[in-house]
């Protein structure tokens, strides 16, 4: 194909927007499938993504267009993940692309997110192409978003489609605007070989594949390339474009976006970001923008009571081989006994990761609080990253800590101002601007610690502001802090895993609050059982779970059977879910007590 052809896109979007729905109408009015050949979301195709409305990892598409113009074109549409967690990748992917199509839904308008993904659209100097959804909705406001785009962004969207990604509206105006407006890729196709990986991931038949966009030069099969992050060499067996299914093909040129299978055994040698090029006639500088992503939260996975170490192992490495950001390594806790400390990039990331363990494994386990890493500085000088509360140094031998600070932005509806910065003052924010939008929309700037955003802050604000307000936020850097660990002790017993760290002037309020919730989710056993919070030998707040005889069965008199089996049977399925600590049965569940804050 003539490189004038090609159109490289990306869709952006605010989740919910209906960037997976626009995806789709495309795909079928490309005619790639039918509507019945059609999944639901082809995109998503991850349960566990549909379910939450939200991509995880970006994934391509390759399609042919016929134009207004009587020439057809390769569209590449190249999905992005729509959360703040994978903003590296969707950065990367967006780096594949020459064009974006940006969706606002029309009785929504502009949202954190829509504009967190335009400034990444910015950075790679893209065109971006304002699409407005949703118009079937009675209260879509068309003209005001319109206008909203214009004021905020500074894009003209005066003659921006008006569509319905849902009912099929108006989706070939989209396409002729691609054509129209998204740059056709340049580069020389006989210059040394240099390809962006914007994805990869592990088949079980043909090693890694990775998605990759070529920007110079040609990869084709036999040839030796060079990772040049880490300067690995692999010998390409494959290349090839991905429509309904991969079709390899004789070789990728500057300009096209495909998939190449090189011998490459894991997904953390074909990272997201790095430049491929040609081993024996490498290009001089990489492409630019390359990071190792590093985890940002950490928490620990153990199986639950009966369930094997090993199969946590073997369930860990299998998301492993297609999660180049998981890591993990083996830990022991007092409490859980053996497990694994993971890092993610942020709690999306462990939430997702957690429930795969659970669903697609089908294994119990326990996690414990999240913790971000902190500095420590010992009065010996030296320094250590921490993100296990329980290596904290004693209080006594440390010089200071610090802990890691995110530029936060939240846009809300002026009526939610005060709720939004009562909330941020609660988790320690500090107040930067407040830029006006339009006369009702305001973004709120704050420098708050991870440490607080971590712990429910996004259910939190979506409470306080009905769920009108969103946020974007990224690692500023790290501060010092007066922190220290609060520990909770169960029938006298210091129970590891639920250590945190918090900041001191938190301390009282936070051991409070997690043992009055311990003692709700503690079952009564036949003796009375203390919950104490504690900083060091300090007992800050105590709470007791009274004695009880344990007789399920008491309560249904009236011998009504089919019920006395139901509660055993519940019963039974509880204790399963139990951790012994001790003389004491502890619930799965009040191991999730420690995130709640209110
Ligand atoms: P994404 O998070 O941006 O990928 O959004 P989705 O494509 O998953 O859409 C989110 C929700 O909005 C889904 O329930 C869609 O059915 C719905 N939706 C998408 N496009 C439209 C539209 O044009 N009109 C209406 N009424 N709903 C839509
Ligand atoms: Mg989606």
Redesign the pocket.
Known sequence: VKQTNIRNFS?I????????????RIIEKTGLLSTRQMQD?IL?SMDLERER???IKLKNVRLKYKAKDGEEYILNLIDTP?HVDFNYEVSRSLAACEGALL?V?A?QGIEAQTLANVYLALEQDLEIIPVI?????PNARPEEVKKEIGDIIGIDAEDAPL?????G?NIEAVLEEIVKKVPAPTGDKNAPLKALIFDSYYDSYKGVVAYIRVFEGAIKPGMEIRMMSTNKHYEVTEVGVTTSKQNPVDSLEAGDVGYVVASIKNVKDARVGDTITDHHNPTDTPLPGYKKVVPMVYCGIYPAEGEDFNSVRDALEKLQVNDASLVFEPETSAALGFGFRCGFLGLLHMEIIQERLEREFDLNIVTTAPSVIYKVKKKTGEELYIQNPTNLPKETEVEYMEEPIVSASIMTPTEYVGAVMELCQNRRGVFHNMEYLEETRVTLHYDLPLNEVIYDFFDALKSRTRGYASLDYELKGYQQSDLVKLDILINGELVDAFSIIVHRDKAYERGRSIAEKLKDEIPRHQFAIPIQAAIGSKIIARETVKALRKDVLAKCYGGDVTRKKKLLEKQKEGKRRMRQIGSVEVPQGAFLAVLKYD
């Open positions: 869709i979007a605010h989740i919910d927007h209906g960037k997976s729905t626009l995806a789709d979301q998503d409305g939200i991509t729509g969706i839904d009785s959804n949703k118009i079937d909705l569509i319905s990604a849902k009912e509206i």
